[in-house]
Every structure is written in structure tokens, then in C-alpha cells.
């Protein structure tokens, strides 16, 4: 049974950081690709960053660049998202979630993950 849990949200002013975090179980991590998404309020859940299981090549939607990092432990079985500069327009529920590395590259469609987490709420004050 596959599982993924972040950690990490909570309340930050403008200009503020997060570190979310999430740690997998239940699959072969080294081997998935992984992704963060976020879901804004009455809006669609949208991709914030990826990272491939391989070279570890990272994608990062035009909204995070230079203020979002991604990285993952393979031997913790973690992916984690550094939020820098945070914004109002940052607020949102944000989910971690996994695919299988025999997908090529980079997977940013949310369509073609298989396995999400609970969720972790960001909410960035001005």
C-alpha cells in the first residue's frame, strides 16, 4: 500500500519561507518520479514542481521559478519543497504526489500520477 504524507504548511507572512516535505512508503522511490501540485482556492489543482527519479531533472512552473527549490532522499524516501519568497497568491492546499519512473522525463501532468497524499495547507498572509 502506497503512501504519501507532507508535512511542513502553516501560516507565513508575505516574503516569508516553508520547507514542505513529503515522505513516501510503499513503493520503489529511487524509481518514481515525483511532483508537488497545489490546489489555490476554487481554482484547479495545478503543477508546482517535479522531479524525475533518474538525473534528477527538476521542471518548475513559471509562477515558482528562483523561489521554489525540489529535492528528493532516495535513501529517506523524500521529496521536498523549499518555498522562498512566498506570496499571497502562493496560498493554497498543497499535495505531493508519485508516478512510475517508466514514464520518460519529466511528468507534470497531475492526469498521470498515480498516488497522492493528503494534502498541506500553505496560507501566505500580506
Known amino acids: 500500500q502506497v503512501q504519501l504524507v507532507e508535512s511542513g504548511g502553516g501560516l507565513v507572512q508575505a516574503g516569508g519561507s516553508l520547507r514542505l516535505s513529503c515522505g513516501a512508503s510503499?513503493?520503489?522511490?529511487?524509481?518514481?518520479?515525483m511532483g508537488w501540485f497545489h490546489q489555490p482556492p476554487g481554482k484547479e489543482r495545478q503543477v508546482v514542481s517535479a522531479?524525475?527519479?533518474?538525473?534528477?531533472?527538476?521542471y518548475y512552473a513559471d509562477s515558482v521559478k528562483g523561489r521554489f527549490t525540489i529535492s528528493r532522499d532516495n535513501a529517506k524516501n523524500t521529496v521536498n519543497l523549499e518555498m522562498n519568497s512566498l506570496k499571497p497568491e502562493d496560498t493554497a492546499v498543497y499535495y505531493c504526489?508519485?508516478?512510475?519512473?517508466?514514464?520518460?522525463?519529466?511528468?507534470?501532468?497531475?492526469?498521470?500520477?498515480?498516488?497522492w497524499g493528503q494534502g498541506t495547507q500553505v496560507t501566505v498572509s500580506s
Open positions: 510503499g513503493l520503489t522511490f529511487s524509481r518514481s518520479h
Open positions: 522531479i524525475a527519479w533518474g538525473a534528477g531533472r527538476t
Open positions: 504526489a508519485a508516478t512510475s519512473g517508466s514514464r520518460v522525463g519529466i511528468v507534470v501532468d497531475g492526469a498521470l500520477y498515480d498516488y
